[in-house]
């Protein structure tokens, strides 16, 4: 579970242009964001570099499987940032949960991405929300990725509810073999790289003194870095170390790990190595629970 204060500075790999839409998505939607955003090579690789930490080069060239959510971080801030406008309970974000489909591999190019607002719940920390994102290839009207994303807007209080918050998935039925753990960790300039590669410059990232005022001991690990770092795992070990056959990621937060802190990374295939779920632990406990990739066959 990782907290953020509002938006930061993008990273200089990407130009984005944020455009309200002149109408909303749905009849319960406030309002849909759009923008187009440009992906180079340069901000790919070193994206895969950044989630690889720690790991041999990679068999294959591609986007890290978890690139999407990088892409559609900086529109997902200014969403939520259109929606606390104005709210003075609003102190930041608790990222909960993420899910990524990806429909064509991520090439370097124009994107044309949308940011929806789903569902709106108020609970007790504050408003609970869910936002669905698009990424389509402007040229050829290809779409590239769906994602997922549900948070917690801590002490915002101003947003009607509306609309049904989805249950997450969590797919996998039969297990093939028993759970295998890896122990990984992510040292204090593992977390900057990565930081400078994803763009999410949040102090309470980089900085002990963001971070204790944000509530935590020290400076933390980000959440998707976590979950960049297991699927390259998948990748390596239950997809012939080819990224582009990782079509789909999901997992939810459960604590804050900071940087230099033992990580036991659990997989395990289900489905014929369909699908492999995952969690990540630390001695304090559950970081990163039902995690979960699915695996489409080579040459699909």
């Known amino acids: ?9 993008p990273a200089t790999t990407t130009t984005t242009t944020t455009t309200p839409a002149t109408a909303p998505a749905t009849a319960a939607s406030p309002f849909l964001q759009r923008t187009r955003l440009t992906v180079t090579a340069a901000a790919l690789a ?11 080069a990679p068999a294959a060239a591609g986007a890290s499987p978890a690139h999407p959510f990088v892409v559609a971080h900086t529109l997902a801030q200014h969403t939520v940032t259109a929606l606390t406008a104005g709210d003075d309970g609003f102190t930041g974000v608790v990222h909960l949960a993420q899910e990524i489909h990806t429909h064509t591999p991520l090439t370097p190019g124009d994107l044309d991405i949308t940011v929806d607002v789903g569902a709106v719940r108020r609970e007790a920390r504050g408003t609970r929300l869910a936002l669905a994102t698009r990424l389509t290839d402007p040229a050829t009207g290809v779409l590239v990725a769906d994602l997922a994303t549900s948070a917690l807007l801590v002490g915002a209080t101003r947003t009607e509810a509306y609309g049904t918050l989805a249950p997450a998935a969590h797919p996998g039925t039969t297990p ?13 300039a593992d977390t900057t790289a990565y930081a400078q590669a994803s763009g999410d410059l949040n102090p309470i990232h980089l900085d002990d003194d963001a971070a204790r005022a944000a509530g935590f001991p020290a400076a933390i690990t980000h959440g998707m870095h976590l979950v960049a770092l297991a699927a390259e795992e998948i990748t390596d070990r239950h997809a012939g170390g080819d990224p582009a056959r990782v079509s789909a990621l999901g997992a ?4 804050p790990t900071r940087p230099g802190t033992p990580l036991r990374l659990t997989l395990q295939p289900y489905d014929a190595g369909t699908v492999v779920r ?3 632990a630390t001695d304090a406990g559950t970081a990163v629970k039902a995690g979960w990739a699915r695996i489409t066959a080579a040459g699909e």
Request: aromatic residues 8%; proline residues 10%.
């Open 1 to 9: 579970m990782t907290t953020t204060t509002p938006p930061t500075t």
């Open 176 to 188: 093939d073999t028993e759970p295998l753990t890896h122990t990984l960790t992510l040292t204090p």
């Open 252 to 255: 939810r937060f459960a604590a």
């Open 278 to 280: 995952f969690t990540i």
């Open 46 to 56: 070193a994206y895969r570099a950044a989630a690889r930490t720690g790991l041999t």
